[in-house]
């Protein structure tokens, strides 16, 4: 029974680590919280999103490709059930 606590408060251990990142709100997400919760997306990108906002909102994952140089086909796939509009 010992050994079984122990695997299991390790594996709690090991998963308290791990973020889960939810879906972004691409329209509304600041460029800090867009370059941490999207996969491919950094800094220069997530401040390229923020900029373009303002030539207005994005509508879906191809507009933003279209839109947002750095953004492509690959990081919109990685990103397809993390990100709203």
């Known amino acids: 029974m010992n050994a079984m606590r122990a695997l299991i408060l390790s594996i709690g251990l090991v998963t308290a ?7 972004v709100n691409v329209n509304t997400a600041d ?5 941490k919760e999207l996969t491919g997306v950094g800094p220069k990108t997530a401040e390229a999103i923020v900029a373009e906002r303002s030539n207005g909102s994005f509508k879906n994952a191809g507009d933003l490709q279209k ?7 690959k990081t919109a796939e990685k990103n397809q059930g993390n990100l709203k509009f």
Request: net charge positive; glycine share 22%.
């Open 17 to 23: 680590g791990v973020a889960w990142a939810g879906p």
């Open 67 to 73: 839109r947002v140089k750095g953004f492509g086909a």
């Open 31 to 35: 460029a800090k919280s867009l370059a």
